[in-house]
Nanobody, 124 residues
């Protein structure tokens, strides 16, 4: 059984930073591509970033490039999302997810496991 637990969310002022972490239990963490998504009230779940097993590739949509950085520690079975220069529009519940494959990581249906989410609120 694979479990994902996010932490690090909270309330921050615009321009501030937060670092989210996702701890993954179970075997074979190295075999998973990991992704971060977010969902604001009344909106669909949105892709934020993804990282493959080697850590050599990360992806983020244009609005987050340069502000968000995804990293992973295979020894600790964790994946982090560093978020800088936060904006009120970044307010959402942030989820981490694990995928068995490295393709189309921007799509929610590529992921087999999801965490429960952590709330990020950015005040103006």
């Amino acid at each position: 059984q694979v479990q994902l637990v996010e932490s690090g969310g909270g309330l921050v002022q615009a321009g501030g930073s937060l670092r989210l972490s996702c701890a993954v239990s179970g075997d074979n963490f190295r075999s998973y591509a990991m992704g971060w998504f977010r969902q604001a009230p009344g909106k669909e779940r949105e892709f934020v970033a993804a990282i493959i097993w080697s850590g050599g590739s990360t992806y983020s949509v244009d609005s987050m490039k340069g502000r968000f950085t995804c990293s992973r520690d295979n020894a600790k079975s964790t994946v982090d999302l560093q978020m800088n220069s936060l904006k009120p529009d970044d307010t959402a519940v942030y989820y981490c997810a694990a995928s068995y494959i490295d393709l189309h990581l921007e799509k929610t249906n590529q992921y087999a496991y999801w965490g429960q989410g952590t709330q990020v609120t950015v005040s103006s």
